[in-house]
């Protein structure tokens, strides 16, 4: 019998104010190294950048997806989030579905995605499971990196700082300036 392939997957940007929510689907190699590994919360911005790099690089399969503010107003966040798992978890599948049908997808908190394979939830998976903080750290990397180019564009509301996040300083310059077409307006924005 072969090896279960395991597939872990997490998202990042649920709670912002503002910007997509973004997700990533990641296999590891056998000969991965662990230690460069925790859950994205609880590593600096530069170890991130550090796992960032090593994952991409040694990962076996991996996918990033997001779905836009846009979508999340008009599905809701659970739903976008749970899209953007699946667009993850299907481009990794078609690197891996013609090798073996053994596949086990594992996923950061309490609900699973549609998928005709083996999906498990794991609530702070993200703190538990190799192949969960990987995706973890992918989807945080990117979101952050998407958000930082998103103050060069829409400079007034620090997103560089915060990445969309409802500080104190983000209410304000909501406040002050209105939103931009990165806001989701069906969250509570004042």
Partial sequence: ??????????????GPLAGPVYSAA????ENFDLSYLNDSKKLSAIKREEAKKY????????????????????????????????QAVGE?????????????????????????YECKAIIKGDSKIPEIMAASILAK????????????IYPLYGFKKHKG????????????????????KTFRLH
Avoid at 61 to 86: G, H, K, P, Q
Avoid at 106 to 114: F, Q, R
Avoid at 166 to 173: D, L, N, P, R, S
């Fill in 165 to 184: 996040y409802g500080t104190k300083e983000h209410y304000e310059a909501i406040k002050k300036y209105g939103v931009c077409p990165l806001h989701r």
């Fill in 26 to 29: 990641v296999v590891l190699s």
């Fill in 141 to 152: 990397t990117e979101r952050d990196k998407f958000m930082i180019e998103m103050d060069k």
């Fill in 55 to 86: 994952i991409l690089k040694n990962a076996s399969y991996y996918s990033i997806s997001s779905v836009s503010s846009d979508m999340i107003d008009e599905i809701n966040i659970l739903n976008a989030t749970l899209l953007s798992m699946e």
């Fill in 92 to 116: 990794v599948l078609k690197k891996i579905n013609h090798l073996t049908d053994n596949i086990l997808i594992l996923i950061d908190g309490n609900k699973t995605i549609n998928t005709s």
């Fill in 1 to 14: 019998m072969n090896k279960k392939i395991i597939i872990g997957v997490d998202e990042a940007g649920r």
